[in-house]
Every structure is written in C-alpha cells, then in structure tokens.
C-alpha cells in the first residue's frame, strides 16, 4: 500500500511541476485577512459542506491519516492535500486562498498542559459557522 501512495505522489509532483502557472495565490496568516476576505473563506467553506464536497475531504484526510502521516512524503502529499481542498473552494469563491496561523502565537502553551486550549481558538476566530449548515 505504501509503495502505491509513493508511486501516486511521485507522478503527482511530477505532473505538478510541470504546470504552467496562471495564477500565484497568496497565502496570509489569519489575522492579516480583511473582514470581507475571512467572510469570504468562511461562506466558501461552508458551501463546500452543503454540496458533501467537504465531507469527502475529511473522509480522504481520515482513510489516509495512518500512511500519509507515517512516511518521509509527509509534507509533499499534505501540500497536495491542502491545494485541492483550496482549488475546491476557488470552484465557489476564485480569490479565496487557505490562511494559516502560527499556533504559538495564538495558543500559548503550559509545559503542565499540552492540550490545545478551546477558548483560545474560539477567540481567534478558527471555530467558524459550520453547525449552521
């Protein structure tokens, strides 16, 4: 089964690579993005739930949690996996991109605790309207 995913991953960035680019999106960290711009990621994610497109992502995230997060292609199928779910809500919304933020920052952590702290995330805005769909 590995060496399946290894060989799916290779192809994937070899056919990547050689796409041209028309577009260079820009990612922001989350609070860098304007009201309009987060309203923006928030209405497009939760159209992508409407549509079932959203579970679908969770369900490949959750089938190959075990293998993509085992093995040293970590990174490069996560990107990919980061693109198409982006590429999906750019289906809905062309100018949304995929913010980050640096968890530091925003969750400082107690060295007693390590768990994330809900309010912390509730306070910065990453638990969005998506029980309202």
Request: glycine share 2%.
């Amino acid at each position: 089964m590995r060496v399946i995913v290894l060989l799916v991953l290779s192809i994937s960035i070899q056919l990547v690579s050689s796409l041209e680019c028309s577009r260079i999106n820009t990612r922001r960290e989350i609070r860098q993005l304007t009201t309009e711009e987060r309203t923006r990621f928030i209405d497009s994610i939760l159209e992508l739930k409407r549509s079932g497109e959203y579970d679908k992502f969770v369900k490949q995230h959750n089938d190959y949690f075990e293998i993509a997060h085992g093995f040293a292609p970590f990174f490069p199928w996560h990107r990919w996996f980061l693109k198409k779910f982006e590429m999906a809500l750019q289906q809905i919304d062309p100018l949304v991109t995929i913010p980050f933020w640096v968890l530091p920052i925003h969750l400082p952590l107690d060295a007693s605790d390590l768990r994330l702290n809900y309010q912390s995330i509730l306070s910065i805005g990453l638990v969005f309207r998506f029980t309202s769909s």
